[in-house]
């Protein structure tokens, strides 16, 4: 056999064919008649080629051939591109996440709004929240002259929306009784109010399964006095449209139920007894247990009276002002259970 390796060493060295071929720790025979130092040469040449032939076979090829990449390139390549998709999906979801964080949500300018009590559209839907059959009185502050939408102060305006000293939200109230002012200045006349937008003005929670400090079933429906209809709102409680009356922006042709303001225990809505015949009905019937803060009234089907017909007005009972021409429709809700006020403190304006 002959030593390769050895070959190569004396070769380096400056040794001869001949003499290479003679050295016997080479281990080379010559065949039979041949000149050993060209019979070594010409086997070395073939060996090394061989080696070589071997070598490029197990190294994948970077170069492609008329029938396309060796395989070993082609695996590569898929290796890198799906590397490569790796890395663009991860850049996406990074600059997603950054936008989203780094973006500061669109606030309508209906709830950033702060002024003067507004004169262009002035007209009072009511708001009734019952908790396991309860009606809750809104916060408020029988020394102030408004509250939510008007106070700085937790519980009654959200922090980010405080107004400055004497201004007030074009979405508040003067009381607890539910009755809800809509003001609008000229600026914001062609506005479509929501309860989502009045809430996010008080700072509240407003969902399927919370309504302010309430969590459980909530029920939202909207009761049209004047219309006699009943929509339900109850899949999205937030889009509840404030509308006005058929009257005018102006109007509120319906005279309030006593029994749906406390009979004026929390104030009479400061609207002249009158809103536009618009109920907010948000029943929430709670899990808790009773003795915690959410436990209110007795558990059991939420209070859902029917609507009567409107009556006709005697001339009497038609209030002189800017409440417009009056209807007055009959107390449809001649039983009310009322809760006890929740406290509620707060620092003049």
């Not at 490569?84 to 780094?102: F, I, S």
């Not at 709830?111 to 009072?124: I, K, L, N, P, Q």
Request: proline share 10%; charged share 15%.
């Amino acid at each position: 056999m002959t030593d390769w390796s050895r070959v190569e060493k004396l070769r380096s060295k400056g040794r001869s064919w001949a003499e290479v071929a003679r050295d016997r720790r080479v281990g080379f025979r010559a065949p039979t008649g041949a000149d050993p130092g060209v019979a070594l040469q010409a086997l070395y040449g073939r060996q090394r080629s061989s080696r070589t032939r071997r070598k490029r076979d197990r190294r994948p090829s970077s170069r492609s051939g008329a029938d396309g990449p060796a395989p070993g390139s082609r695996s590569r390549w898929r290796t890198l591109l799906a590397a490569a998709a790796g890395v663009a999906v991860l850049v996406v979801v990074v600059v997603l996440v950054l936008l989203y964080v780094t973006t500061p949500p669109v606030v309508p300018a209906l709830v950033s709004y702060c002024g003067g009590e507004g004169t262009v559209t002035h007209y009072h839907p009511l708001l009734v929240i019952d908790v396991n059959g309860a009606q809750q009185p809104l916060p408020y502050d029988a020394s102030q002259t408004a509250d939510i939408g008007f106070l700085d102060s937790p519980g009654f305006t959200n922090a980010t929306f405080y107004c400055p000293a004497g201004a007030i939200h074009a979405l508040h109230t003067h009381d607890g009784s539910g009755i809800i002012h809509v003001e609008l200045p000229s600026s914001l006349a062609n506005d479509a109010p929501t309860l989502g937008e009045f809430f996010q003005i008080w700072g509240e929670p407003l969902s399927t399964s919370t309504v302010w400090t309430y969590t459980g079933s909530v029920h939202a429906v909207v009761r049209n006095a004047v219309a006699g209809s009943v929509t339900d709102y109850s899949g999205d409680p937030a889009r509840i449209p404030f509308f006005p009356a058929s009257c005018g922006p102006t109007c509120d042709p319906v005279a309030i139920p006593p029994s749906l303001i406390f009979g004026g225990a929390y104030g009479d809505g400061a609207s002249g007894g009158f809103y536009t015949g618009e109920i907010i009905w948000l029943n929430v019937t709670t899990t808790a247990t009773p003795g915690t803060a959410a436990a209110v009234g007795s558990a059991g089907a939420p209070r859902a009276p029917p609507l009567l017909p409107l009556e006709s007005a005697s001339p009497a009972t038609m209030p002189a002002g800017a409440f417009g021409t009056t209807r007055v429709v009959a107390d449809p809700f001649p039983t009310v259970v009322m809760a006890a006020r929740p406290t509620q403190s707060s620092s003049p304006t």
